[in-house]
């Protein structure tokens, strides 16, 4: 009995200090069309040890949590897209959306190996999170604002595009931030070694603050949507002009962001600490 109890605790501190990776990651295809890589990289996503879905896991949890301790001010009107909102850019506030090359830098190294770019790389990984986070969330709202009963089928629009605006806003800032701050997955065990080395703990304590800090800075904390994302473009226009507008916005932003990310990996090259 002893024996096995220790041969349990030397599997637990084994595991504890492995780096947690996938045994043998693959590249994305470069000679499939970007339906292909994105869905495939969505199956990869779910492939143990999936780090790349556990950040995703643990905010829709916080979301909850954080909801039982700060509720949001709900307002007659709105409320379904301030509901979308919320845990959008929650779940999206994670080294998930702004790490999204150093989480994966394995498979993202075998990529750029097989000359496939920054930027479809980037772009694959964007669309995989759109169809893990960012669908679900749009369908949700969608069928929120038809469950709200009046006039919903005429503002599916308007909510959809309203939620859809800090979703692809995310998604370009984090796609800088990939770049800027790639960090590697490590054991904590290894973590904890190398504590006092501030050049590998500095980075990484950084990296997971950040997107809990930008989230701080835009997302609707109190209940009132921030203005910086552009919220209030359009208030007194026709609906679907608005609807409209935020997508535009958010696109821009995406785009920017994606552009900008593109130019410093050329620039500089692409460093995963």
């Known amino acids: 009995m002893r024996g096995t109890l220790v041969t349990v605790r030397e599997r637990a501190l084994s595991q504890f200090h492995t780096e947690r990776r996938p045994e043998s990651p693959r590249p994305i295809a470069p000679d499939r069309p970007l339906w292909w890589q994105a869905l495939s990289e969505v199956r990869w996503s779910f492939t143990r040890p999936a780090l790349w879905l556990e950040g995703i896991a643990a905010n829709v949890v916080l979301s909850g949590l954080y909801l039982l301790i700060f509720p949001l001010t709900l307002h007659r009107h709105g409320w379904v897209v301030l509901v979308g909102v919320y845990f959008a850019t929650f779940v999206l506030a994670d080294v998930t959306t702004t790490n999204v090359l150093g989480v994966d830098c394995d498979r993202v190294g075998l990529s750029l190996a097989e000359n496939l770019s920054v930027r479809r790389i980037l772009l694959v990984k964007n669309l995989a999170l759109l169809i893990i986070v960012g669908v679900p969330t749009l369908l949700a709202t969608a069928a929120l604002t038809l469950w709200t009963g009046a006039r919903g089928m005429e503002r599916v629009g308007v909510t959809v595009a309203?939620?859809?605006?800090?979703?692809?806003?995310?998604?370009?800032?984090?796609?800088?931030?990939?770049?800027?701050?790639?960090?590697?997955?490590?054991?904590?065990?290894?973590?904890?070694?190398?504590?006092?080395?501030?050049?590998?703990?500095?980075?990484?304590?950084?990296?997971?603050?950040?997107?809990?800090?930008?989230?701080?800075?835009?997302?609707?904390?109190?209940?009132?949507q921030r203005a910086i994302l552009g919220f209030h473009l359009g208030r007194s226009m026709p609906a679907d002009t608005r609807a409209l507008i935020h997508l535009g916005v958010g696109l821009g932003v995406w785009l920017l962001g994606t552009v900008i990310a593109v130019a410093y990996v050329r620039q500089r090259g692409l460093r995963v600490l």
């Open 162 to 224: 309203d939620v859809a605006l800090p979703i692809l806003a995310w998604l370009g800032v984090g796609n800088i931030v990939s770049v800027l701050l790639a960090v590697r997955p490590r054991a904590l065990g290894t973590r904890w070694a190398e504590r006092r080395d501030w050049r590998s703990t500095l980075p990484w304590i950084t990296h997971l603050t950040l997107p809990y800090a930008l989230y701080y800075f835009v997302a609707p904390i109190d209940g009132t």
